[in-house]
């Protein structure tokens, strides 16, 4: 439940994200090759929902009417990261058993996780690239195709680890003390997690057969159910960080942050009911 909240946070962004990462890169995207490169990533990091003549035409857009396009991609960025981060911290609130920042606060954090998308998306892309390039190279040394599979997983590891490591560490409402020692352990079953996600997706997506559902639904379904999977990996390895937090907050005596005000549920009705009918028997 938790996941789809995220889930429906980021695949509502996608659009003005990836508009204001066209419009603000399109200063720099004067050459056929950067543009090339820039359409490979966007395409591979939106699991080809938009086909590369798609982005293509959104590039050579962008380019012509960069001005406009601009302006418009940075409110529309500011957008979608706060939209995001919204949904990210609310869910965290049960997970961590806190309560959320002041709204100004809130906002200012999620706004300043503007440019922590954009070093994040910049080192996802680098490290795809990377990792591509390491493929073709060793492809024609006389090193073994493992040893590329292996610097490429490498690569790839690394980004994940970044990218969980600083959400964890940043979007938890609760006392830095007690995520230290605790992040790095969640962001690496996240990390471990999407990197199984990205070879176990290609085969997902051939059974799942999303022409069912239409040439034009069908890149949403497959764009929807990657991110949903995405988030459930976010969801987990907050878990696992939140499970060492609370550990440490309960054997040190003191919380682990501020309690919860009732604004965000923080236990199932199930459990609410069986915790209930425990206090009517004491």
């Not at 995207?29 to 982005?55: C, Y």
């Not at 940043?170 to 605790?182: M, S």
């Not at 070879?199 to 022409?211: D, E, G, I, N, Q």
């Amino acid at each position: 439940m938790l996941a789809s909240v995220v889930s429906w946070g980021i695949l509502s962004s996608v659009i003005p994200i990836l508009v204001a990462i066209v419009a603000i890169t399109s200063w720099t995207l004067r050459d056929a090759v950067r543009q090339r490169v820039l359409i490979q990533a966007l395409t591979r990091i939106l699991q080809h929902s938009l086909t590369q003549r798609d982005v293509r035409v959104l590039i050579h857009v962008a380019v012509q009417h960069r001005g406009l396009l601009s302006l418009l991609g940075i409110a529309g960025i500011a957008w979608g990261a706060s939209n995001i981060g919204g949904a990210v911290s609310t869910v965290f609130q049960p997970i961590f058993q806190v309560r959320g920042r002041p709204i100004l606060r809130e906002k200012v954090i999620d706004i300043a996780m503007i440019f922590v998308f954009t070093v994040l998306m910049l080192v996802i892309i680098t490290a795809t690239t990377a990792g591509a390039l390491l493929d073709h190279i060793l492809s024609q040394a006389p090193l073994p195709a493992a040893t590329s599979f292996a610097l490429g997983t490498a690569i790839s590891l690394l980004a994940g680890l970044l990218l969980f490591g600083i959400l964890y560490s940043i979007f938890p409402n609760i006392e830095p003390r007690f995520k230290t020692g605790h992040v790095w352990k969640g962001a690496a079953v996240a990390a471990i997690l999407f990197q199984i996600l990205s070879y176990v997706w290609p085969l997902y997506a051939v059974l799942f057969h999303p022409r069912r559902y239409g040439a034009l639904f069908a890149p949403i379904v497959v764009l929807g159910v990657w991110i949903y999977f995405f988030s459930l990996i976010l969801i987990v390895g907050a878990e696992v960080v939140a499970f060492g937090s609370l550990a440490e907050a309960k054997r040190s005596g003191m919380a682990i942050g501020p309690a919860p005000d009732g604004t965000v549920p923080q236990r199932m009705p199930s459990q609410l009911a069986a915790s209930d009918l425990s206090a009517k028997d004491d």
